[in-house]
């Protein structure tokens, strides 16, 4: 990962926007969007985005020790504009480190026709229910394994669903605890990530740790959840602890 993706809060702060024609004309669209207050190149401010990519005005703003983005310059920026999927609350943003606007836009319109208009006012009702969740489930791990049943496929609260936002109230009403305690095994054909089965990407996303043997490559570790507990280990585990656990094998 060349990158690391963040959503930055831009409400009233400044942000240097220079250059002209229709690339400034759309950036500076975005960022107005994002509530940012736009300023010229002598102004303070963080950010800088140099719609044009002229070096000169680059190297100048990165010498204050402004991140710049510099329009069609990868080469030139500290940071990317992603393309957008915008069902605020919920963003979705699909980069490719500046290698392909085009496909970027291309992922973004496919993803765009399978997400709800309704996604946003899912995000909205659980907001709103944190306190009434965490009464329910006291319990950190129980929490998360319950929400994870809820917004799985065909769950209560599926987020795919039109229905899932007026489905909050029923979701806390059922009082589902999610997956009982179980462990999973996944045995490994190939080292390449993007080998994985459906079932197996799936739980890796899904589990709370993950029990594998020492040759099992990082790059199909790092498909599971950030906050997945990783145990390397010789063998399966007799007691493999509270949730979903997974042991991972390579088969040779």
Not at 19 to 47: H, M, N, P, Q
Not at 48 to 77: F, H, K, M, Y
Not at 111 to 127: N, T
Not at 238 to 244: D, R, S, T, Y
Request: proline share 5%; with cysteine; net charge negative.
């Amino acid at each position: 990962m060349q990158s690391l993706p963040v959503f930055l809060r831009l409400q009233g702060r400044a942000v240097i926007l220079t250059g002209g024609g229709e690339a400034a004309d759309a950036k500076r669209r975005l960022l107005e969007r994002a509530g940012a207050r736009i300023v010229g190149e002598s102004e303070a401010a963080a950010l800088a985005i140099v719609s044009d990519g002229d070096e000169a005005t680059v190297a100048r703003l990165q010498a204050r020790g402004i991140w710049v983005n510099a329009t069609d310059r990868p080469d030139l920026c500290d940071f990317t504009l992603p393309a957008i999927v915008d069902r605020e609350p919920v963003l979705i943003a699909i980069g490719t480190g500046g290698a392909s606007a085009g496909l970027a836009k291309a992922l973004r319109q496919r993803i765009e026709v399978l997400l709800p208009a309704r996604l946003g006012a899912l995000a909205r009702a659980l907001h709103d229910a944190r306190s009434a969740i965490r009464a329910r489930w006291p319990d950190a791990a129980a929490r998360r394994r319950a929400i994870d049943a809820g917004l799985m496929a065909g769950g209560t609260i599926d987020p795919l669903s039109d229905k899932a936002a007026d489905a909050v109230p029923d979701w806390l009403a059922e009082g589902a605890d999610g997956a009982t305690n179980r462990l999973e095994v996944i045995r490994l054909l190939s080292a390449d990530p993007d080998d994985l089965t459906l079932r197996a990407a799936r739980l890796l996303g899904e589990a709370d740790r993950l029990y594998h043997a020492p040759d099992v490559p990082a790059a199909i570790l790092d498909r599971a959840r950030a906050d997945a507990v990783r145990i390397a280990a010789a063998s399966l585990p007799q007691e493999p602890g509270e949730g979903l656990s997974l042991w991972l094998e390579m088969v040779r």
